[in-house]
């Protein structure tokens, strides 16, 4: 089942979207307003000359989906300073399976082709992908077998990362994706950023504002 973020009043949302169009310089946001703070900070997964963001996402999740495209494009014109990854939710039932099909596919080495196509299949074509089969017959089209991907299911490595997930999840104490997390302390949600198409925006001034405190 989707669990939303709560949707903000209309008129809210779009006084926290005012201006962001040209949030060039990192002092312009407002907390509560374009991000908020993580309760607990969350250790980093890249170097230490790196800002990493992390986006938090559900293959089933209509909002994930339509935020592929502008996340994309955002992702495409970073610097080297900044690193970009991806975590499946696990929320249980359908969310923790599409977490394996993702650590599935990374582990046989076909998620960069993949991730994109999951995403329409279920929301184009309207397959569950939530079942060993389903999944397995999915990814074979990847110069793959069917056998290989059920192994890759249930790989204690793919498991693992699972479950590191999961523990991530929980010191974020997300209730709802999409989200996006800057250097494991700021969070950007579709209501924080007034829209999806926002929070790469929000996400690069946040990027800059990490820089400028880097750099004291």
């Known amino acids: ?109 076909i998620h960069d082709e993949a991730h994109g196509a999951i995403f329409s299949a279920i929301h184009q074509d309207g397959q569950k992908l939530n079942n060993a089969d389903s999944i397995a017959k999915f990814l074979s089209q990847y110069d793959v077998s069917e056998d290989e991907v059920r192994q890759a299911l249930d790989a204690f490595g793919v498991k693992a990362k699972v479950n590191q997930a999961h523990a991530r999840m929980r010191t974020m104490r997300l209730m709802g994706v999409p989200a996006l997390v800057i250097d494991g302390r700021y969070l950007v949600t579709p209501s924080s950023a007034g829209s999806l198409e926002n929070m790469p925006q929000v996400a690069d001034a946040l990027v800059e504002r990490v820089r400028q405190e880097r750099q004291g």
């Open 1 to 109: 089942m989707f669990k939303p973020f709560r949707t903000l009043q209309s008129a809210l949302i779009a006084i926290a979207g005012l201006g962001l169009a040209s949030l060039a310089a990192a002092d312009n946001l407002v907390e509560g307003q374009h991000y908020e703070m993580l309760p607990e900070p969350v250790e980093t997964q890249v170097e230490e000359d790196q800002i990493e963001v992390t986006e938090v996402f559900w293959y089933g999740c209509p909002h994930c989906y339509n935020l592929e495209e502008p996340l994309n494009a955002w992702v495409a014109e970073q610097p080297d300073d900044v690193a970009f990854r991806r975590m499946p939710a696990t929320m249980g039932g359908d969310w923790n399976t599409h977490a394996s099909m993702f650590y599935a596919a990374e582990e046989l080495g």
